[in-house]
């Protein structure tokens, strides 16, 4: 899942502040911790996305594109020294 994805450490957010009625105004902010920066590109993405609590597991990056996710929720394989695991050909030897 995010097959491209960049870390990032305390990235610049953009935050909505409601004022009034109809009036609000959006405020920068840095979001203290290590975040991972994706573009859902398929419904499986999207769909992970919209389990996520806004401000609490993913933000929005006050410049670029995607959305800014928390390390901690992201579903990263790793093996038992504590590097990323990178698919295997499960086929044999084509």
């Known amino acids: 899942m995010f097959l491209f994805r960049k870390l990032e450490e305390d ?23 290590a975040y991972y920066r994706v573009v859902p590109s398929n419904m499986k993405e999207i769909n992970f996305m919209l389990l996520l609590q806004k401000h609490a597991e993913y933000e ?11 390390a901690r929720v992201l579903p990263l394989p790793t093996k038992k020294n504590g590097t990323r695991k990178t698919p295997q050909n499960t086929r044999g030897n084509l």
């Open 11 to 33: 990235p610049l957010t953009i935050h909505r502040k409601d004022l009034h009625e109809n009036k609000f105004v959006y405020s920068v902010q840095v979001a203290k911790g």
């Open 60 to 70: 929005v990056p006050a410049h670029g594109d995607g959305l800014l996710v928390t």
